[in-house]
Structure formats: structure tokens, C-alpha cells
């Protein structure tokens, strides 16, 4: 049984930092896609980043050169640094794995972060 638990998020000021984590366990997750969505009030759950089985990341524009994702296999977790936040970045955030083929598909429970302006 896949389980994802989040934990990092808070509030923070506009310009903080925070960093979330996501704790994956069931099964070894070095060959699955691992990444991090978010869903602000009122408005559709949307990509953030991704760290791909390989060693490629992907990241939303919005979050380019701000947020950076990084994985350990070891430990089967993701992380993302979030730097420079901003007001606009306050949403659930969702840790997301998903296999190679992207077939299967497991989300977490969600963190939240706050930005104050």
C-alpha cells in the first residue's frame, strides 16, 4: 500500500523560504516521477514541479528560478525549496508519484502554505 506524507508548510512572509518534504512509502520509488501540485482557493489543482525517473526536472513558469525540487532515492522522499515566496504561492500542496509509465498514480494528503504580503 503507496503512502505519501507531506510535512514543511506554514506561513510565511512574502520573500520567506520554506521546504517542503514528501515521505513515500510501499514500494521503492527510484524509477517513478516524483512531484508537487497545488490547489489555491477557488481555483483548479495545477502542476508545480517534477522530478522524473531519470534525473530531469520540470518546472511551472510561475515557479521557475524560485522553487527548486530534488529527490532522495534512499529515503524515498521529494523536496521542494521554495525561495522568494509570494502571495500568490499560498495553496495546498500536494506530493504526487506516478510510475514511469505514468499508468499508476498516488497523491498525498496535501500541506498548507501561507504567504503573507
Known amino acids: 500500500q503507496v503512502q505519501l506524507v507531506e510535512s514543511g508548510g506554514g506561513l510565511v512572509q512574502a520573500g520567506g523560504s520554506l521546504r517542503l518534504s514528501c515521505a513515500a512509502s510501499?514500494?521503492?520509488?527510484?524509477?517513478?516521477?516524483m512531484g508537487w501540485y497545488r490547489q489555491a482557493p477557488g481555483k483548479d489543482r495545477e502542476f508545480v514541479a517534477e522530478?522524473?525517473?531519470?534525473?530531469?526536472?520540470v518546472y511551472a513558469d510561475s515557479v521557475k528560478g524560485r522553487f527548486t525540487i530534488s529527490r532522495d532515492n534512499a529515503k524515498n522522499t521529494v523536496y521542494l525549496q521554495m525561495d522568494n515566496l509570494k502571495p500568490e504561492d499560498t495553496a495546498i500542496y500536494y506530493c504526487?508519484?506516478?510510475?514511469?509509465?505514468?499508468?499508476?498514480?498516488?497523491w498525498g494528503q496535501g500541506t498548507q502554505v501561507t504567504v503573507s504580503s
Open positions: 522530478s522524473r525517473s531519470g534525473t530531469s526536472t
Open positions: 510501499g514500494r521503492t520509488f527510484s524509477s517513478y516521477h
Open positions: 504526487n508519484v506516478q510510475s514511469s509509465n505514468r499508468y499508476y498514480q498516488y
